[in-house]
């Protein structure tokens, strides 16, 4: 084997005229992946250049062949990478609709839709008539606990704090009754 790789090399040097002083010349290219539209680059790097160009042109020009082989126009050929329309799912713009009615406070519509009927007090605290149900103090109505009852008003509080009193409607006294 050695002798075989001594005879190749003897054989390159004597009959290939390439010398013992190595290659004649040697030029670097700044940048082996240049665009092969662009400048040649000068010295050896010429034939790589030339090899690019005209690899990247015989791949156009084979492309632009396929392209009228099956009448495609390039500006209708959609990306490969574009996903397809059954991959994406299409959602329907919801209209905003109406704007929402201003929130009314939690004690104020407590108030406005509770009606306080009567009202008990007693030495253990009282209980009340929210309703015509009977409420006493710790129980709840609608999210508000009983917490005091007087003379014709009762104060309920709910667990975030909020308070409202409930008062007795006022009798009038009709003269004619």
């Known amino acids: 084997m050695?002798?075989?790789a001594?005879?190749?090399f003897v054989a390159d040097r004597a009959f290939?005229?390439?010398g013992l002083?190595?290659?004649r010349e040697a030029v670097a290219s700044p940048d082996v992946t240049a665009d092969a539209s662009g400048p040649a680059l000068a010295g050896a790097g010429d034939d790589l250049q030339a090899s690019r160009a005209l690899?990247?042109?015989a791949l156009a020009g084979r492309l632009d062949a396929i392209a009228k082989a099956h009448?495609?126009?390039p500006e209708e050929v959609k990306d490969a990478f574009h996903p397809s329309s059954a991959w994406v799912v299409v959602t329907k713009a919801v209209s905003p609709g109406p704007p929402p009615r201003p929130v009314e406070a939690r004690p104020v519509a407590f108030a406005r839709t509770h009606r306080l009927g009567a009202v008990v007090v007693s030495g253990s605290g009282g209980s009340?008539?929210?309703d015509g149900q009977c409420v006493n103090i710790g129980q709840s109505v609608d999210g508000f606990r009983l917490v005091s009852v007087g003379k014709g008003w009762a104060v309920l509080v709910s667990d975030d704090g909020d308070r409202?009193?409930?008062r007795l409607p006022e009798k009038r006294c009709n003269p004619s009754d």
């Open 2 to 4: 050695l002798a075989l």
């Open 6 to 8: 001594l005879s190749a």
């Open 16 to 18: 290939l005229e390439s």
């Open 21 to 23: 002083s190595g290659p």
């Open 55 to 57: 690899a990247v042109s």
């Open 71 to 73: 009448r495609l126009q």
């Open 128 to 130: 009340v008539i929210i």
């Open 164 to 166: 409202v009193t409930l």
